[in-house]
């Protein structure tokens, strides 16, 4: 049973960094992609960074140059550094992951950023 569990979420001021983490029990990323998502209130939500199980990455334009995504399967985690973070940035941010098509399977229960001016 595959289940993804987000942390590092937390309040920071415009400009900050955070780091997000997501242990990947059950799941083999050797074999699939992984990406974040996040949906801010009254919004939808969108993808902010993908990772292939190669290793290579997309990532939304309004994150690229700021955030990078990354992964360490010896440790079944995927990983999300933030940095010059925005009010903007503020959402529930989710971990997702699949292994077939584009289609994200599984996803976590996710984790709170929230950016002050």
């Known amino acids: 049973q595959v289940q993804l569990m987000e942390s590092g979420g937390g309040s920071v001021q415009a400009g900050g960094s955070l780091r997000l983490s997501c242990l990947a029990s059950g799941y083999t990323m050797s074999r699939g992609f992984m990406g974040w998502f996040r949906q801010a209130p009254g919004k939808e939500r969108e993808g902010v960074a993908t990772?292939?199980?190669?290793?290579?990455?997309s990532y939304a334009d309004s994150v690229k140059g700021r955030f990078i995504i990354s992964k360490d399967a010896a440790k079944n985690t995927l990983t999300l550094q933030m940095d010059s973070l925005k009010p903007v940035d503020t959402a529930m941010y989710y971990c997702?992951?699949?292994?077939?098509?584009?289609?994200?399977?599984?996803w976590g229960l996710g984790t709170q950023v929230t950016v002050s001016s």
């Open positions: 990772i292939g199980r190669y290793g290579d990455t």
């Open positions: 997702a992951a699949g292994y077939w098509g584009n289609e994200y399977t599984y």
